[in-house]
């Protein structure tokens, strides 16, 4: 989402800066934007379809018609003989980057028509899209931070200093941050580590990891006290809402975050006093066992202080192509089905990924027996990966749609590669929807595709109807007809057209005609009701799911004085589990230690730099341990996306940076009520 200008000089990248015409990104540029051309010319990056030798492990290259079809005869001959459950299809994050993928990735998923469907949102942000599904009526109307006008930003689980923001796109978190300052504004932080972002915050406080959860309830039921919590007209179940949030007083949440009691008090009542404010809560408390009741509570935060729909707070987008508007993505549901073997709940048509490693290895009715990875790692990226790694070892078949052979897709038994970013046209169609600004951005492919090669979206076309061809009992002609039709309809002639369906006077002329994007201004309040997606138009204040959630919250124990648990983190140069392979991020200091309080490594009679063994309930690791005032004592870190140098993968990742895998020691059992993965949190020893 940041503008760059690049120089290529023979078909080459030589150089990329940010773009300080792009209305949005207004120059920004990360240390992954610069390494851009390195993906580009990485040797190891895949260009041609290969294939595997199950025997030899031997990969070979193989031309495109062979590939696919080879995928498509795997694919349905698993399906023909067991049924659609036998396929699994995993979607990683990279597809949402990708206006290929969001076009033409999605229709392959749903040709293919398999209950056992997962993706990265389980392990991500399921919670926030479940709140705004039974709040506001649709999965993706997700309440936005006015970061650029706000006066007061109550940040939960977030380090926007390194990730540049998430369902909240904030290109140059650091100079907004630094407007912030400059009009009085404050930041409040809470945080179980001093991040990049907590150290330039006007507050940052310490607290429990998954401990979120009490305290932002405390903060509601606060406003209730307070008598200033107002909701709109058209919201119901205030008053459910106050009944249900009337047990957790701010004594307890101390009890179990330890933050004190008066603390909680008092940045409640600041937010509320506040003219313009915003909560706001990411990773960090979506993936805890109860992030759910996060999200819902955040968006409480933020309605009953009058800060939804209010500039300032927390607005709805009004992006050019308005993917919720006009429904070209659903409105999103929730457990209308289960998975096979544990009873997990669907959301939106997807199983939680915390339970794909058990449909592959239980035998039964319905079990995986073929997996198809679109651009994803769960290897590396899903808790108890490394089961999962085993798993995959035993399909019957796989293929990936990838761009390298790592840690997943070295178990496939075809891989296909598509082009990367440079070499395609985009337009995003997700991220414009969940940005600070409105604005609007087409960026035509800079370099043109290599030889013999395919666009993702080709390449699920090709996927698409070669598979559903081969499928018995076969679609009738005219369905197949209209899957033709439909796949074969360029993602850019989509963009095109939907452009000219909205309102918002952008065109791909006007684009193609300025690429540095074009100013459509700040996020626009008084959208409400009219931008509720559910039938009657109303906030649903209080959703049965978390109400009843909320018992399991009750139920839990304070901890205890000596508990040791394990949380993640992001870094401004890593990207999750790739690119790992460029030089240009991976030089320097190696970050791949765990962080460890000095006090917590004293009680253990451990030093600085020593290698030790870290172990919950579901694996154990090796790992360096490095000494960090910045963690909360009781609270160790490792950065997720690590763990590279398995056997078979080829990635040219430097043995010194390769690191362990934080999710060879998460827990599949630990769940949100959603079904998103708890990864935040994991209890675990350190020697
Ligand atoms: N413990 C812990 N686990 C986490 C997280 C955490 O914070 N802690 N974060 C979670 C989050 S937020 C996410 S989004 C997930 C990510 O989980 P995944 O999406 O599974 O993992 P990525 O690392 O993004 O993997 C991207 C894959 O896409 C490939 N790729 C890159 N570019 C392209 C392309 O242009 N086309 C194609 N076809 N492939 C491409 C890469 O080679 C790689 O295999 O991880 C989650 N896992
Ligand atoms: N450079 C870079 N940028 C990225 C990515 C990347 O890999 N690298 N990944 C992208 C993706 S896919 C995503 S989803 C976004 C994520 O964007 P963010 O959510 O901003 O990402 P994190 O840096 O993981 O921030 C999560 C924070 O939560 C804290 N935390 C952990 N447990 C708890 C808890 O229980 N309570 C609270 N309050 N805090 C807790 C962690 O210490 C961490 O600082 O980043 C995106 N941007
Ligand atoms: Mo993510």
Request: net charge neutral; aromatic share 4%; proline share 6%.
């Amino acid at each position: 989402m940041c503008g760059l200008l690049l120089t290529i000089e023979d078909g080459q990248v030589t150089g990329a800066r940010g773009n300080p015409d792009d209305p949005l990104s207004r120059g920004h540029i990360c240390p992954k934007g610069v390494a851009i051309g390195d993906i580009q010319a990485d040797p190891d990056r895949l260009r041609r379809p290969v294939r595997r030798d199950r025997t030899t492990g031997a990969w070979t290259e193989i031309g495109w018609d062979e590939a696919l079809d080879l995928v498509a005869d795997g694919i349905a001959g698993v399906v023909n003989a067991h049924g659609r459950s036998s396929l699994g299809i995993y979607l990683g994050n990279p597809n949402v980057h990708s206006l290929g993928s969001m076009t033409h990735g999605t229709a392959l998923v749903k040709a293919l028509h398999t209950p056992n469907t997962f993706s990265a949102t389980s392990v991500d942000q399921l919670p926030h899209q479940l709140m705004a599904h039974l709040m506001f009526g649709h999965q993706l109307l997700l309440p936005i931070p006015d970061i650029d006008r706000t006066s007061y930003f109550l940040v939960f689980g977030a380090n926007p200093m390194a990730s540049n923001g998430s369902l909240m796109t904030v290109p140059d978190f650091p100079g907004r941050l630094r407007e912030l300052k400059a009009r009085d504004g404050r930041m409040v932080v809470f945080d179980p580590r001093r991040t990049e972002t907590a150290k330039v915050a006007t507050e940052h406080h310490f607290l429990r990891p998954g401990s979120d959860a009490w305290i932002l309830l405390a903060m509601v039921r606060q406003l209730f006290v307070d008598g200033v919590a107002t909701a709109p007209s058209y919201a119901v179940g205030l008053a459910a809402v106050e009944a249900a949030v009337a047990p957790f007083t701010p004594a307890l949440a101390e009890q179990h975050s330890g933050v004190a009691a008066e603390e909680i008090v008092r940045i409640a009542r600041d937010l509320a006093s506040s003219d313009g404010a915003v909560a706001y809560g990411r990773i960090g408390v979506s993936t805890t066992e109860f992030g759910s009741i996060c999200q819902w509570a955040i968006n409480l935060l933020n309605v009953l202080t009058g800060n939804l729909d209010r500039t300032g707070g927390a607005m709805f987008t009004s992006p050019a192509i308005d993917i919720v508007g006009t429904g070209l993505i659903g409105r999103g549901g929730h457990g209308r089905r289960t998975s096979r073997v544990r009873g997990l709940p669907e959301t939106s048509s997807e199983l939680p990924v915390a339970a794909l490693r058990e449909e592959i290895e239980t035998p039964g009715d319905g079990q995986i027996r073929a997996m198809l990875t679109l651009s994803g790692n769960p290897v590396l990226s899903t808790p108890d990966g490394a089961r999962l790694d085993t798993a995959l070892a035993g399909l019957d078949f796989m293929a990936a749609v990838d761009i390298y052979i790592n840690e997943t897709t070295r178990h496939a038994d075809v891989i296909l590669p598509p082009t990367t970013a440079l070499e395609r046209d985009h337009y995003d169609l997700v991220f414009h929807a969940l940005a600070v600004r409105n604005t609007a951005r087409f960026t035509p492919a800079a370099l043109p595709a290599g030889k013999d090669s395919r666009h993702d979206w080709q390449i699920y076309r090709d996927l698409a109807l070669r598979i559903t061809d081969r499928l018995r009992p076969r679609r009738g002609i005219a369905d197949r007809a209209k899957l033709r039709a439909r796949m074969s309809i360029s993602p850019t002639r989509m963009i095109q057209v939907l452009l000219a369906r909205g309102d918002s006077g952008v065109t791909i002329t006007r684009l193609r005609k300025k690429p540095e994007g074009i100013d459509l201004g700040p996020l626009r309040p008084d959208q409400l009701p009219a931008r509720l997606r559910n039938r009657d138009r109303t906030i649903d204040l209080a959703p049965a799911l978390v109400i009843d959630d909320l018992a399991r919250l009750t139920a839990t124990a304070a901890p205890s004085a000596d508990e040791l648990v394990l949380i993640g983190r992001r870094h401004k140069q890593d990207c999750n589990s790739w690119m790992h392979n460029s030089e240009r991020l991976t030089k320097g200091r190696p970050r791949h230690q765990l962080l460890m309080h000095p006090d917590d490594l004293d009680a253990r009679g451990l030093s600085d730099g020593a290698l030790v063994t870290v172990t919950s309930r579901v694996g154990s690791v090796k790992v360096d341990v490095q000494a960090s005032a910045d963690m909360m004592p009781g609270v160790v870190s490792l950065p997720h996306g690590y763990g590279h140098g398995r056997e078979g993968t080829r990635l040219g990742v430097a043995d010194e940076v390769a690191g362990v895998s934080i999710n060879d020691l998460t827990d599949p059992e630990r769940l949100d009520v959603s079904g998103n993965a708890a990864l935040s949190g994991v209890p675990v020893t350190v020697s």
